[in-house]
């Protein structure tokens, strides 16, 4: 499975952007996927997740009530709509895929990745 990730760019406080994720290959073994982020000096970290049903959904208190992750299985895409955006919100965002039917923010159990969209907020 390949991940393309892009949407990304320089926003104001404020401001949204849409990213998008584009899955390729051996896609029917995707279940969940799920969107992370890496700021400067720090650890990637969970941002938000989707089953394949896109029925469930998790997010990282963080982001809750501004960003909305959705995926269109048809396109094989993932998205993650990004809204009221602060400048802590600035870092490399990466999309990820696993194979498992369950519910997991952690980085270990994605099994692929997509090449990261850096996202800059201005203050």
């Known amino acids: 499975v390949q991940l393309q990730a892009s949407g990304g760019g320089l926003v104001h406080t404020g401001g949204s952007l849409r990213l998008s994720c584009a899955a390729s290959?051996?896609?029917?073994?995707?279940?969940?996927m799920g969107w992370f982020r890496q700021a400067p000096g720090k650890e990637r970290e969970f941002v938000a997740a989707i089953s394949w049903s896109g029925i469930s959904t998790g997010y990282v208190d963080s982001v809750k009530g501004r960003f909305t992750i959705s995926r269109d299985n048809s396109q094989n895409t993932l998205y993650l709509q990004m809204n009221s955006l602060k400048p802590e919100d600035t870092a490399v965002y990466y999309c990820?895929?696993?194979?498992?039917?369950?519910?997991?923010?952690?980085?270990?159990?994605?099994?692929?990745w997509g090449q990261g969209t850096q996202v800059t907020v201005s203050s």
């Open positions: 990820a895929a696993r194979r498992a039917g369950y519910y997991s923010p952690r980085v270990t159990e994605y099994d692929y």
């Open positions: 290959g051996r896609t029917f073994s995707i279940n969940y």
